[in-house]
């Protein structure tokens, strides 16, 4: 077995956990320090339960609630495996893209075109810092696509991305990345894993600016996504806002 050691901080946990939070969060730590990385086997249950020093069903209990967030992924027969998502899209998928297509044997569940409207570097708006816990020195990359599939334009993409998480990230490799679900290419190029979402949603009208941008006949409804996606140890990375049109997709709430 591999020699492990912990370092004493990696004990200290708020009262208020369980045993086996304190353990998940132990061990989601070290895989954001990449002691494991996307795709690689962590060691079986026992030999998880010796290093932590607790019980096998305590571990199993942490090992599930990562599972659970994605975190991590189960094969039967061979383990556990750090999640990595370009090889699981359909994980990636489920958890992430809730945006459906009325018709799916006539449109395309994920849109396939991209179009890169801009991308810069600028300082944080207060709506910004405040969403992502950052100060008015920070920077941000700040980035607007179109996503279309075979109907036309499917959704106004606007992202805002922490600058020191997303220093990787430029114009070309937005612009043309090769994998199907954003997240699945910040976790390939850029190293960044995304383990949960909060998003808010609202009934919203298409901006005039965006409307003649788009060549579309003014008012048009769009259902205005707001997701603040999050990495390891629950910090804010990024944040979306989706204009997404309703004339042939829905939104699925499950």
């Known amino acids: ?29 070290l895989i954001s320090e990449k002691k494991w990385r996307p795709g690689e086997m962590l060691p079986n249950e026992t030999e998880l339960a010796q290093m932590f020093n607790v019980s096998p069903g305590t571990m199993r209990r942490a090992l599930k609630l990562l599972v659970d967030k994605g975190v991590l992924i189960r094969h039967q027969g061979k383990g ?14 489920k958890r992430y893209i809730k945006l459906q297509p009325d018709n799916p044997e006539v449109d395309e569940a994920v849109p396939t075109k991209s179009d890169l409207l801009f991308f810069e570097r600028v300082s944080p708006s207060l709506e910004i810092q405040q969403l992502l816990n950052l100060q008015p020195s920070d920077q941000v990359v700040h980035a607007g696509r179109t996503l279309s599939a075979s109907s036309g334009i499917v959704t106004f993409d606007e992202l805002w991305g922490v600058g020191k998480d997303f220093e990787k990230l430029t114009k070309e490799n937005l612009a043309h990345h090769r994998e199907k679900l954003l997240y699945a290419f910040y976790q390939s190029e850029l190293g960044i894993s995304i383990t949960r979402c909060e998003e808010r949603i609202k009934a919203v009208l298409l901006p005039l600016d965006l409307c003649n941008v788009f060549k579309l006949s003014y008012p048009q ?6 997701r603040v996606a999050f990495t390891f ?20 709430i499950f």
């Not at 708020?14 to 730590?29: A, H």
């Not at 409804?221 to 707001?226: A, H, N, Q």
């Not at 910090?235 to 979306?240: M, T, W, Y």
């Open 1 to 29: 077995m591999e020699d492990f050691e912990l370092e004493s901080k990696s004990y200290f946990f708020p009262n208020r956990l369980t045993l086996f939070e304190q353990v998940s969060q132990s061990l989601s730590r």
């Open 80 to 93: 556990t495996f750090v999640a990595e998502f370009s090889n699981n899209q359909q994980l990636v998928y």
């Open 221 to 226: 409804p769009v259902i205005e996504i707001r």
């Open 233 to 252: 140890e629950d910090r804010p990375v990024e944040f979306h806002r989706q204009l997404s049109f309703t004339g042939r997709y829905h939104y699925r």
